[in-house]
């Protein structure tokens, strides 16, 4: 099942489970711990109290009492140290041992604070990567709804340095838009040459004319017959003719696409499906197309990549590029405030 990043206060997330970035003895801080806490409820500081603290990397679990979640998946991120006392592993595995406890509880959906990027000062880029390295690995066996929740505007922003590339593709690809857009308002204001026939034309349209169907012929047709004849390939098929031609398994193209098991079935066995242009760029990114493929696909439920919108050209910069890694896409977009791939 997907992966969202959401910008949220995690205390308002609805679902099975949240995570808390704890300190070790598990009785209570600040940051999103406090938050988690006053939103619980003392219910939860009087559980806490009985679970004997947690060492860094690992989790415990506990009720959700006042919060809108069955459980709190409590677990300490390491302090950063400069990356040189394995912050890093240890991190890992507070998402793995999360993880691991959820699944345990059976849990359908789970929601990850950026562990260790508040008080405990681990750079927040690290940590998102961190964060999405280990919740995608996951999810490449595991059936579960997660969000990674960035409460901090400055994690995962557009100004940040390894999103500038990106920046400047929008600019460039913007600025060609509105030069195209200045030379047509120019040529609207130019003399109207003549615009009537000449000869030539007027033999092409009458040849034309005598091989189209009688308008009685066409009225003779029943719309379906016409339909029948005219419809192509319709977008779910081809999304299934190129996952066989592309030799994949179903589950490895929406998994890859970040689309929900469910809604993938609902697309196969509906031949007429009608997407959302986000589901088709996913799964143009799971195929791995080219960027004609992809706006070829596209066509297909009826869009178009544009060059007037922000979330198009983030996607069309990444097959350009040739990174088909969905995350690292949905990162990007998150961090220029648009919608994300996937369901
Ligand atoms: P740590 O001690 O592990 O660094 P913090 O609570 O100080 O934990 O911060 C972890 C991350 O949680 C930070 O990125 C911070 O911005 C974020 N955060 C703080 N409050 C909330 C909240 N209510 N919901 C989601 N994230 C939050």
Not at 176 to 193: A, C, F, G
Not at 254 to 260: L, M, Q, V
Request: net charge neutral.
């Amino acid at each position: 099942m997907p992966f969202q990043i959401i910008r949220n206060d995690i205390t308002k997330v609805t679902c099975d489970a949240i995570v808390n970035a704890a300190n070790k003895s598990l009785l209570g801080g600040g940051g999103v711990d406090g938050a988690i806490h006053r939103a619980a409820g003392p219910e939860l500081l009087a559980e806490c109290r009985t679970l004997g603290g947690c060492a860094t990397g690992s989790a415990k679990i506990t009720k959700g009492y006042r919060l809108p979640c069955k459980y709190v998946i409590h677990t300490v991120g390491p302090i950063w140290w400069g990356g040189f006392f394995g912050e890093k592993e240890k991190l890992e595995s507070c998402y793995r041992n999360s993880l691991q406890l959820a699944m345990e509880h059976r849990c359908e959906s789970i929601a990850f604070p950026l562990i260790s990027a508040g008080v405990y000062r681990y750079p927040a880029d690290q940590a998102v990567k961190v964060a999405i390295e280990q919740i995608s690995t996951f999810l490449e066996d595991h059936e579960m709804m997660v969000y990674l929740v960035v409460f901090d505007r400055k994690a995962v922003s557009a100004g940040q340095k390894r999103f500038r590339e990106i920046g400047e593709y929008i600019d460039d690809t913007y600025v060609e838009t509105s030069m195209r857009y200045d030379i047509r308002n120019r040529k609207q204001s130019l003399p109207k040459v003549n615009t009537a026939c000449n000869e030539a034309d007027t033999c092409f349209y009458q040849e034309k004319m005598e091989k189209a169907p009688s308008p009685q012929a066409v009225r003779e047709k029943s719309l379906d017959e016409i339909l029948e004849t005219m419809i192509d390939e319709s977008f779910s098929e081809m999304l299934l003719r190129l996952i066989d031609e592309k030799g994949m398994k179903d589950s490895e193209c929406y998994k890859k696409a970040n689309i929900d098991r469910k809604l993938f079935s609902k697309i196969r066995s509906n031949p007429l499906y009608k997407p959302s242009k986000p589901t088709v760029l996913a799964f143009a990114v799971a195929l791995e197309l080219s960027l004609d493929e992809t706006r070829d696909m596209l066509m297909k439920a009826g869009f178009a990549l544009s060059h007037s919108s922000k979330f198009d050209i983030i996607v069309e910069y990444f097959i350009k590029k040739g990174n088909y890694n969905i995350f690292d896409i949905n990162e990007a977009l998150f961090a220029f405030d648009q919608s994300l791939l996937g369901s």
